[in-house]
């Protein structure tokens, strides 16, 4: 997800890291063991004069499957549930008024979004450095 955040107009860094669980500073082992509660997640820093806080939900919910509990791809684990995680009620809003229209367009397929919404903001955890930008060090390219 970090890569694609980071192409789009307006975004001015995104950083990996952990959120949602009970543990400080955790790494990036303990959060794949599943026992810390974390979501591998990504903070994005952006202009809103530049783009909408709207226009990174609709994004989030086009990259990735919000109907598949604890798995994105290939990827399987608590830590790859799908979750939003809001500073405010407005972004909460946000958040279940594009949940409620990929419904109601048909685009969940029949199936149920099981993307947690989460507010407050819990603490985000960094992620250590060969995590950050890893697909643009890993790939030799930030993918449009």
């Not at 997800?1 to 107009?9: G, H, N, P, T, V």
């Not at 798995?71 to 958040?95: I, M, P, T």
Request: charged letters at 25%.
């Amino acid at each position: 997800m970090e890569d694609r955040f980071a192409a789009l107009d307006g975004v001015v860094d995104v950083v990996s890291g952990y959120m949602g669980g009970h543990l400080d500073h955790p790494t990036y082992e303990q959060v794949c063991s599943g026992q810390t509660g974390h979501a591998e997640t990504v903070e994005i820093h952006y202009h809103p004069d530049q783009i909408r806080y709207s226009d990174l939900v609709k994004r989030f919910f086009a990259l990735h499957d919000s109907t598949t509990p604890d798995q994105q791809g290939a990827n399987v684990g608590s830590q790859y549930r799908s979750v939003v995680f809001c500073n405010d009620s407005k972004e909460e809003q946000q958040v279940q008024q594009q949940i409620d229209r990929l419904a109601e367009e048909g685009l969940l397929k029949g199936r149920s979004c099981c993307t947690q919404v989460i507010s407050p903001l819990p603490k985000f955890w960094r992620a250590e450095e060969y995590h950050q930008h890893y697909y643009q060090k890993h790939r030799g390219f930030i993918s449009r």
